[in-house]
T-cell receptor, first 115, second 113 residues
Framework: DVKVTQSSRYLVKRTGEKVFLECVQDMDHENMFWYRQDPGLGLRLIYFSYDVKMKEKGDIPEGYSVSREKKERFSLILESASTNQTSMYLC??????????????FGPGTRLTVL | AQTVTQSQPEMSVQEAETVTLSCTYD???????LFWYKQPPSRQMILVIRQEAYKQQNATENRFSVNFQKAAKSFSLKISDSQLGDTAMYFCAFLNSGYALNFGKGTSLLVTP
């Protein structure tokens, strides 16, 4: 089974802090994704990566950056956390083939609260 | 841009009964993929079922099946013999030749004894 893990289930940070959310997958997947989930809005894509050191902006990249130094690890960085970034953050990965329409597998999520 | 609409924010069904969750989407693409994901209260998003648009046959996975109507751009999920463990948020999602899933806003399903 595919396993996607996230470093924290719950996180509380102060406004202005730099925040790192970590995601690791153990199935040698090429693609990794960061989504944000808010009630009534569904899931929105922040960033994705299709290879090591490669990244693409999603629908809502403002206020976020990402890092992928190793294939199995994809980090989401909040450079200066703000209260409107309080949310559930979900990481996902997919195999990555010439046909990019692979099924995505999700981690358990990190509930981030910014005070 | 593609949009995915789930018109039922909340639904309730009794154990052992059948329930259908609705999903419509808008796209000009001819080749794409549709998914139903389930998110139980524990928050782990789990794939329920996947449908390729080029396949006319509706996908099934045990008690879960879809009614895929390509012309109508409709992709509903039917859960038969509902179980308490089916209580969850259900998301419909669309994927074309790009990388990112487009999600609906979700339907919260409660299965009652």
């Amino acid at each position: 089974d595919v396993k996607v893990t996230q470093s924290s289930r719950y996180l509380v940070k102060r406004t202005g802090e730099k925040v790192f959310l970590e995601c690791v997958q153990d199935m040698d997947h090429e693609n990794m994704f960061w989504y944000r989930q808010d009630p009534g809005l569904g899931l929105r894509l922040i960033y994705f990566s299709y290879d090591v050191k490669m990244k693409e902006k999603g629908d809502i990249p403002e206020g976020y950056s990402v890092s992928r130094e190793k294939k199995e690890r994809f980090s989401l960085i909040l450079e200066s956390a703000s209260t409107n970034q309080t949310s559930m953050y979900l990481c996902a990965s997919s195999l990555g083939t010439s046909d990019s329409t692979d099924t995505q597998y999700f981690g358990p999520g990190t509930r981030l609260t910014v005070l | 841009a593609q949009t995915v609409t789930q018109s039922q924010p909340e639904m309730s069904v009794q154990e052992a009964e059948t329930v259908t969750l609705s999903c419509t989407y808008d796209t000009s693409e001819s080749n794409y993929y549709l998914f139903w994901y389930k998110q139980p209260p524990s928050r782990q998003m789990i794939l329920v079922i996947r449908q390729e648009a080029y396949k006319q046959q509706n996908a099934t996975e045990n008690r879960f099946s879809v009614n895929f109507q390509k012309a109508a751009k409709s992709f509903s999920l039917k859960i038969s013999d509902s179980q308490l463990g089916d209580t969850a948020m259900y998301f419909c999602a669309f994927l074309n030749s790009g990388y990112a899933l487009n999600f609906g806003k979700g339907t919260s399903l409660l299965v009652t004894p």
